[in-house]
């Protein structure tokens, strides 16, 4: 297929703990599978950056690193702020770490306390700068509202709320979307339903009473739960399994806008 907007930038969020990394690495998995798009991972969780090892993937230098360094540059007068400000951009990309099927480029962990605004609010000017050079930028979000909020993803085309068999985590989903027609410009959004199993029509019904579009429901993966006691990378998971098929029978639908 191809894509009718390029960039396509694609924001997976949702309440923690839902699988929201599990998603998006399985979602790049069946694009760089399937297609040959130029595909660009971004894990802007940056309290938990699981993305990089579910696919196999580790940068040298995260975002959070490229601040603190420009940061202490500028303390000790080592260079200009003029020269710091035009050097970012190398920077990032310098950091972007590449594969055969995609590249990933991560927020990282903030080296000491404090909020995390800062890095976020430079993620913004970054995925808006460097978006360009891709096909497809999948964007891991941090849990809840925040970077929505924040409009760090307001450039984004497409959000998919991912969410469990809970309640809470349609409620969740819910106050996603209200966020998300405020400060994004997104264009389509859905809900993916992860871990399924028995009778989740209270689930379904709250989805309809939210009006929250449902994109895919993905089964509970025993092989998923096998590859993480196991410590293995997500991305390596077969290609029969229940949970990469599903999303393989809807990720064509997924890049159309």
Known sequence: ????????????????????????????????????????????????????????????????KIRSELIDKSISKEADIQTIAETIDFEVYSAIKESKGFSLFSIGQPEGPGCFCPSNALLRKVIESISNDFD????????????????????????LIVSDISLRSIETAKSISESAKKFTQYRKIGVIVNRVKGDINIILDKLKEYDLPLFALIPEDELITKFDLEGRALIKIPEDSVSFQKITDNIEKLLEI
Do not use: W
């Open 136 to 159: 497809v930028v999948l964007i891991d979000c941090e849990a809840g509202l925040e970077q929505i909020n924040r409009m760090v993803i307001r450039s984004v085309d497409i959000i």
């Open 1 to 64: 297929m191809e894509l009718k907007k390029t960039p396509l930038i694609i924001a997976i969020a949702g309440k923690g703990g839902v699988g929201k990394t599990i998603i998006t690495t399985l979602i790049a998995k069946a694009i760089s599978t399937s297609y040959k798009f130029k595909l660009l991972l971004i894990d802007a969780d940056p309290t938990h950056p699981h993305l990089s090892k579910m696919v196999q993937l580790v940068p040298e230098k995260s975002l959070e």
